[in-house]
């Protein structure tokens, strides 16, 4: 057809009906579009205050809409290590191999595992919630031995229990989650990486819940490797997940008898991709790019507000919530104060209610999300997140509000 032709065909196309060119469709396909994509994307205002993901503030939905680039443009290199030396900042580390995965933060924990463990390893999990419950599944699936060290949700490991346990099993790795989102306990670091290192074992930490929230200072506490995500305290959306390895980390990796079982997470490969082996660039995968934009800058906000400054609010907001939920006759989960994780509180669910009824209830007559418990905190806690943004007095005011309402309106359901 004429160029021109093509032109009127496609505008008259384009103004006939939907249904006429739907029924048109019809006769050569067996499936047809789908009504529900035919009606406009709905994504309604909500606060965010469940563990995550947090509300991403306008500065931040803005880099992840801009235009494309290529995987491989230097401009999008450049932003790739704008986003290592973030992390870098964000975990206080100096680790060459410093970077994100193309993934959420389970992405960089299945990432962790599978570059360290080999079959027939063994491998210590520090278990005190979902966390370490998963971390233990990973590492069986990879075939290591794996042994668990187990404390009651809601409590925390002291340097003993830790050394019992590598003394015992005498493990190539430790897991410990530093923020356990399921139930809201902060894992105090201090000394743990010397301890592993004296008993010739690597210290694998989880802060995916606890980063920018709660002092982690990775080359001084010794930790080997170290994750967590972007969602959270970040404000991006899930999709990139910051990691890091310490330089003996570097070397297990370096010298594995077997190739890890994942190609797309091959650490030899991403620290290629990343710059971090002095190695020209070779393409690996076709990186999140707009992921990586919107990493950026939640790691450029987080630079520009300072760790500490962060540190604070999150201590701050988190005092005010869990006095106002003391208020309000509420008991928290966890009971030393100081073993608080500052940007995920969980509160038992009150005698006589329903916690699903209670999550409903601010959902749909407050647009606030707040989450039940997770794996073991299941049925016994709500969970409330102030991460970033959303780490502010006025919302630590609205949500006491929508819970007072709830407390008042929500059957109770033993009576
Ligand atoms: C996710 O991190 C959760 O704790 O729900």
């Not at 310490?246 to 797309?264: C, D, G, H, I, M």
Request: some cysteine.
């Amino acid at each position: 057809m004429h160029c021109a032709a093509v032109l009127l065909a496609s505008r008259a196309a384009s103004a006939a009906p939907l249904r006429t060119r739907h029924a048109m469709a019809s006769n050569l396909l067996h499936i047809l579009p789908p009504q529900r994509l035919l009606r406009p994307l709905a994504v309604p205002e909500r606060l965010l205050l469940g563990p995550g993901p947090s509300n991403v503030p306008p500065r931040i939905l803005a880099a992840g809409g801009r235009q494309l680039l290529g995987h491989m443009h230097p401009e999008v290199l450049q932003v790739m290590d704008d986003i290592k030396v973030g992390i870098q900042y964000a975990f206080q580390t100096q680790n060459q191999l410093t970077l994100a995965i193309s993934g959420t933060g389970h992405c960089a924990m299945e990432a962790a595992f599978l570059n360290l463990i080999e079959h027939g390893d063994t491998v210590l999990v520090a278990v005190n919630g979902i966390w370490g419950q998963r971390a233990a599944d990973i590492a069986r699936r990879l075939g290591a031995s794996v042994h668990e060290l187990l404390k009651p949700p809601g409590e925390y490991f002291s340097p003993w229990d830790i050394e019992e346990g590598l003394v015992q099993h005498k493990p190539s790795l430790l897991f410990i989650t530093h923020g356990e989102s399921s139930t809201g306990v902060l894992q105090p670091l201090e000394g743990l990486g010397k301890l592993c290192h004296r008993h010739d074992c690597l210290l694998l930490v989880d802060a995916v819940a606890s980063l920018g929230g709660a002092p982690i200072f990775m080359d001084q506490q010794e930790i080997d490797i170290l994750y967590s995500g972007s969602q959270k305290v970040l404000n991006a959306p899930p999709g990139s997940a910051p990691i890091s390895f310490s330089e003996q980390a570097r070397e297990k990796v370096l010298r594995r008898k077997t190739n890890p079982p994942s190609f797309y997470l091959d650490m030899r490969w991403l620290a290629n991709y990343w710059g971090c082996d002095g190695e020209p660039r070779r393409y690996h995968h076709t990186a999140p790019i707009n992921s990586f934009f919107s990493l950026r800058e939640g790691l450029a906000m987080l630079a520009e507000l300072g760790l500490e400054n962060s540190w604070e609010n999150h201590r701050v907001s988190c005092a005010q919530l869990c006095q106002g939920l003391c208020d309000l006759g509420l008991e928290l989960f966890v009971k030393e104060e100081k073993a608080r994780l500052p940007t995920i509180t969980t509160v038992r669910v009150p005698e006589g209610y329903d916690w699903k009824e209670i999550t409903a209830f601010l959902m749909d007559n407050h647009a606030i999300e707040i989450s039940g418990g997770l794996g073991p905190s299941v049925g016994k806690v709500l969970r409330i997140g102030l991460m970033g943004c959303n780490s502010t007095s006025r919302n630590v005011d609205r949500v006491l509000h929508a819970l007072r309402d709830a407390l008042r309106c929500c059957r109770r359901s033993r009576l």
